[in-house]
């Protein structure tokens, strides 16, 4: 994980990190943090509570001597699903918990804060608690970015259609070259987390990937280009889609991607209703939908290795968090990090070798290597310092409600 002689000011980087998560929720009103509009998503509150039980339970109960829980039944509240840590409450069920209340759980964060930086300024030396730490702050990092990603689909089903915040700037509308494909790389290659800065066990151990003769998109697929599969009836043609897909499909209707209107004219974003761009990368589509596309562009979608190896020549800059649109944005530019989360054709699976963490944090990743499919690169509200070529995340296929998108593979020979 970090080594402890690579870490910056570790309190100075916990408070950063905290004050960041807070921030996301400045323009909220306490009601908005307890709807839960599907099981897949918490409430805001939830998110604020969760990341402050994960450094409680594994940093502080474990190693600041005399620590007190504020309030012994977080405990079970905020248990996500860490089934060695104790017993949970229902996923489904969280948006059912009016109390404790925001404001408690405000306190709650404050006391685990002031526990955490005694820790840090006592024994912000010791390796073990670094590393913890790094683990708690990464973490609370992927809720921030699910904070928003949830708060999006609860203000969506508000016939409000209210803004998550006030401030956000609305992307410059870029014309976007059109779709061109690069040679990737080909033969062995070593592909998974170096040691170089903060990694999670999924990305782990670096090894040997074979690449096959490919060709990779040189920029994401944009809202415009999925209109061209709308209209030609792709949602309602059988032989471009997965029989899974075709399914799903069918059974919910899906007839565009989550958040368009009915006339594709207009979708909903962290900004409220907007106009779509054309030129921007489309974004809220299943792995079903993705796949769908790629087909019917006689493409496919690429590999997670065939991404990283591409991804590993750029730079990791792009449409993060920072950028302030939390929405994706036309570029002329590669697009591998931020704006969208990637699909790839990849089963999340372990790397050859895989073990993951010792202990609870060992159900942090691992448990959730079946039917589900990796992802890559980061979105519009993935943390600037969080994303790397290397990083792994994993839906399922008919997830819609992330900021996912992709970008097109070709074999070489087509
Ligand atoms: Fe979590």
């Given at each position: ?16 990190v905290?004050?960041t998560t807070?921030s996301l ?116 990092q992927q809720?921030q970015e699910?904070l928003l990603t ?15 915040s006030?401030?956000l ?101 962290l ?47 792009g449409n993060l968090l920072g950028s302030n649109y939390w929405h ?9 990090f931020g704006d ?38 980061g979105s519009c509200v993935t943390a600037d310092d969080h994303v ?15 900021f ?11």
């Amino acid at each position: 994980m970090l080594p402890a002689d690579s870490a910056p000011a570790p309190a100075d980087h916990y408070h950063a990190v905290r004050a960041t998560t807070l921030s996301l929720i400045g323009d909220l009103a306490p009601e908005d943090t307890v709807v839960q509009t599907m099981p897949d998503v918490s409430p805001a509150k939830w998110h604020l509570a969760h990341v402050t039980w994960f450094f409680e339970r594994f940093v502080l109960e474990p190693h600041l001597e005399n620590y007190t829980r504020l309030n012994d039944d977080y405990h079970f509240l905020f248990n996500s699903y860490y089934h060695t840590a104790g017993q949970m409450h229902a996923r489904p069920k969280r948006g059912l918990l009016s109390r404790p209340t925001l404001s408690d759980i405000l306190d709650y964060r404050s006391h685990v804060d002031a526990a955490m930086l005694q820790l840090l300024q006592t024994r912000g030396d010791d390796g073990t608690i670094l590393q913890l730490t790094a683990l708690g702050l990464n973490h609370e990092q992927q809720h921030q970015e699910l904070l928003l990603t949830d708060i999006k689909h609860v203000f969506s089903c508000n016939p409000l259609e209210p803004a998550a915040s006030t401030s956000l700037v609305e992307p410059p509308t870029v014309a976007v070259p059109a779709y061109s494909f690069s040679d990737g790389d080909r033969g062995i290659h070593k592909l998974g987390a170096t040691d170089d800065g903060f990694f999670f066990d999924n990305e782990t151990p670096r090894h040997d990937a074979l690449l096959h003769e490919h060709r990779i998109g040189d920029r994401l697929v944009t809202n415009g280009e999925f209109r061209e599969f709308i209209d030609d009836g792709g949602y309602a043609t059988s032989e471009l889609w997965l029989s899974d897909g075709w399914a799903v499909v069918n059974e919910r209707g899906w007839q565009r991607p989550l958040y368009w209107d009915e006339a594709c004219a207009s979708e909903f974003t962290l900004g409220g209703r907007r106009d779509i761009v054309d030129s921007a990368p489309v974004c809220h589509l299943s792995y079903y939908e993705a796949d769908a596309f790629a087909r019917w562009a006689g493409a496919r979608l690429p590999t997670e290795f065939e991404w990283e190896a591409a991804a590993n020549k750029e730079t990791v800059t792009g449409n993060l968090l920072g950028s302030n649109y939390w929405h994706p944005a036309a570029s002329d530019a590669s697009q591998f990090f931020g704006d969208v989360w990637e699909w790839t054709s990849s089963s999340y699976a372990p790397y050859p070798g895989f073990k993951p963490l010792a202990g609870s944090l060992g159900e942090y990743n691992g448990k959730f290597m079946c039917n589900q499919m990796t992802v890559r690169g980061g979105s519009c509200v993935t943390a600037d310092d969080h994303v790397r070529a290397s990083y792994r995340s994993f839906f399922y296929p008919d997830a819609r409600w992330q900021f996912l998108g992709f970008r097109l593979a070709r074999d070489s020979h087509e």
